[in-house]
Structures are given as structure tokens and as C-alpha cells.
């Protein structure tokens, strides 16, 4: 999967769906898009300040923050998904998501909840189907094991 491919995936196809599986290609794709994205967001966002900027005006921080903010929003829903379809590919229930998600919030246990996060989604995708769906580097290959 490329990288048009995996934005176009992420954001068009599989926008909210929790179920299935993603390969690591599909996320890390995806993970770029989101950055490259934030570049050109980032110049808009002072371009503006600069240009505004006068007596009383808000400063580039306030348009950082707000463009930021939209661009979250918009792009939370579809990243959580990927997260959870990333963690199916590995054959890990979304509960452990949640376990390390939810803690993520907590000053200093990010600093464990998110490399662990990392790690999982570095680590290869369970190879032929699984409890969650069909392996997505092979759709094709049975569930047969002594066939």
C-alpha cells in the first residue's frame, strides 16, 4: 500500500471503522500524511498572525493553537481507528488500547504508555486470518493450518 492509497483508505473508506485489520504500511503512511500536514497548517497559521498583527491583535501562538486544534479534531476519529485496526492486525483486543490510552493522560505514565504504543505498532501484523479479519498483506490466504 502506498501513500495516496493509505490516506485515501484512512480518510475516505475507513474513516470510523473500528473493525478489521491495518498493515503497518496503511498506519505509517497515514502517520506521515498527518505530519506533512501539520507544516503547511503551521505557515498558514503565522502567515495569518503576521499579517493581522497590529494593535490588539492576537498573536501567532492563538492562530497555532486554533488551526492545531481543527486539525485534531478532524483527523482524531480516523487516527483512533487506525490505532485499534493496527492493534487487531497484532491479534490485541481494543481493551488494551484503552489501557494504554487512557493512562496517557497521566503526567510521566505517558512516557511508558506511549512507546509501548510505538512498539506494537512497529512489530509485524499476525500472519493469515485472525479473530479480527482477514490478514491485509494476503486476503486471500485460508484459515487452513493442517491442511
Known amino acids: 500500500m502506498g501513500f495516496t492509497e493509505a490516506v485515501r483508505t484512512v480518510l475516505k473508506q475507513k474513516y470510523a471503522t473500528f473493525s478489521g485489520r491495518a498493515s503497518r504500511s496503511e ?3 497515514f502517520m506521515l500524511f498527518c505530519l506533512l500536514a501539520l507544516f503547511p497548517l503551521m505557515i498558514v497559521a503565522f502567515v495569518l498572525a503576521f499579517a493581522t498583527s ?3 491583535a492576537p498573536s501567532p501562538i492563538h492562530y497555532t493553537v ?4 481543527l486539525f485534531t479534531l478532524a483527523i482524531l476519529l480516523p487516527l483512533i481507528s487506525l490505532q485499534v485496526r493496527r492493534f487487531h492486525d497484532r491479534n490485541i483486543s481494543v481493551w488494551w488500547f484503552l489501557a494504554l490510552f487512557i493512562p496517557s493522560f497521566i ?3 505517558v ?3 506511549v512507546p509501548v504504543t510505538i512498539v506494537i505498532s512497529m512489530l ?4 493469515g486470518p485472525n479473530k479480527f479479519g482477514a490478514d491485509p498483506l494476503r486476503p486471500e490466504r485460508s484459515a487452513e493450518v493442517f491442511a
Open 111 to 113: 512516557l511508558v504508555t
Open 27 to 29: 498506519y505509517w503512511w
Open 66 to 69: 486554533v488551526i492545531w486544534m
Open 54 to 56: 497590529g494593535g490588539g
Open 107 to 109: 503526567p510521566y505514565v
Open 124 to 127: 509485524p501484523g499476525t500472519e
